[in-house]
């Protein structure tokens, strides 16, 4: 078999393996590289991915190779048995696996957020499931966004609550990571946990297409709200015409409430809308997810061409993914990125008039 070493994108994770071509051009991986670059392993059992506790029996004839070299797995077989994005650049030098779609499946059944490891501004590692006994509150944030000004505002009420038994989990979502967005942790010397996030793998978890987003987390590690307008304050920005006046009190004052007084009825999201916000994700988010990160992949090794080329298509199959669309917009520069957003956000609201961002807070607080 013709070994060659390619690049797997998974889990959002950049690890070179061994693998090898054949006609029908299919992910074949070494069984001994699997679990490094895609967190499932070949067991006796089958081939499994223990975090979910799935095991897929290998019964049928394709999945399993082995040689000299070993035994080797047919990953894209795996990935479309199981629903998951598996897309290839034209040479197959580089894959991208999307987001196991048994893991928004499990949110949608328990309502238990799904576990994230991801370093910290500080270079520690932060778990979710490290802050069970601590109400959480996690939330989006980019440089592109307004949002950014309530970095300082969430570490403002971090302090006012100053309760040991809440956390914070800020998330910046800039493809251009640190290098754009950590000053704004750092001008506003937060105490609470600040990530940045340039692959999106926190909203791509949760299923968010914006930001400021967020989700209200109790104790045991349910989700007790999700997905909605997160701001923290009321900003006001000068421009060159007039202020232009954004965001709102409202769910931050929620979050005090919800952090010194518990889940009052005031404040409990309804199932019907906890369902709406929990929102599947379907195969077109899904490929669009695997696509962007694609794009993400050839923006860092300068290939400018080719991340194009897949983030156009990621914009192209997820017309609402604001996330995507900024990102993907924001390699071109601030003013471009600003350009392209007035004309989406005008084709979208033209299309539709009744078209929002977010649906309005259910919120009731004094």
């Not at 799935?54 to 040689?67: A, H, K, R, T, Y």
């Not at 990953?75 to 994005?85: D, E, F, I, N």
């Not at 894959?95 to 576990?115: F, H, N, Q, T, Y």
Request: hydrophobic share 40%; charged share 25%; glycine share 6%.
């Amino acid at each position: 078999m013709p070994n060659h070493q390619t690049i797997i994108l998974a889990n959002d994770k950049i690890t070179k393996v061994t693998s090898f071509k054949n006609h029908n051009e299919h992910l074949w991986i070494k069984a001994a590289e699997l679990k490094a670059a895609t967190g499932f392993e070949l067991k006796k059992s089958g081939v499994c991915y223990d975090p979910l506790n799935i095991c897929i029996p290998l019964l049928e004839n394709g999945f399993v190779q082995s040689d000299a070299a070993g035994q080797w797995l047919n990953m894209s077989k795996v990935a479309a048995k199981l629903g998951q994005a598996c897309v290839a650049n034209e040479n197959q030098t580089v894959w991208s696996l999307g987001l196991i779609p048994e893991i928004r499946k499990a949110m949608l059944a328990s309502a238990i957020a799904p576990d994230f490891e991801i370093e910290d501004i500080h270079g520690d590692i932060v778990r979710l499931s490290d802050l069970r006994g601590k109400k959480v509150l996690i939330v989006t944030w980019a440089t592109w966004c307004g949002c950014r000004f309530d970095v300082k505002v969430w570490q403002d009420i971090y302090e006012q609550l100053n309760d040991p038994n809440f956390a914070i989990i800020s998330v910046a979502e800039d493809s251009e990571g640190p290098a754009v967005a950590k000053k704004w942790f750092t001008d506003a010397n937060i105490t609470y946990k600040g990530i940045v996030d340039p692959t999106h793998k926190i909203s791509t978890l949760f299923g968010w297409v914006n930001v400021p987003t967020a989700a209200w987390i109790d104790e045991t590690g349910k989700i007790v709200r999700i997905n909605e307008s997160a701001y923290a304050a009321e900003h006001t920005v000068p421009t060159e015409r007039k202020p232009y006046t954004f965001g709102g009190t409202l769910f931050g004052k929620a979050t005090i409430d919800w952090v010194k007084n518990g889940l009052g009825e005031h404040l409990k999201q309804s199932a019907e809308k906890m369902n709406a916000n929990t929102r599947s994700q379907s195969a077109d988010d899904l490929l669009a997810d695997a696509y962007f990160k694609m794009g993400l992949y050839f923006e860092k090794i300068q290939a400018l061409s080719l991340s194009q080329e897949y983030l156009d298509k990621a914009m192209a199959l997820a017309p609402h993914n604001w996330n995507i669309h900024r990102q993907s917009w924001t390699f071109k520069g601030t003013d471009y990125a600003i350009q392209q957003w007035r004309r989406k956000n005008k084709e979208l609201y033209l299309s539709d008039k009744s078209y929002n961002y977010y649906e309005p807070l259910d919120l009731q607080v004094d």
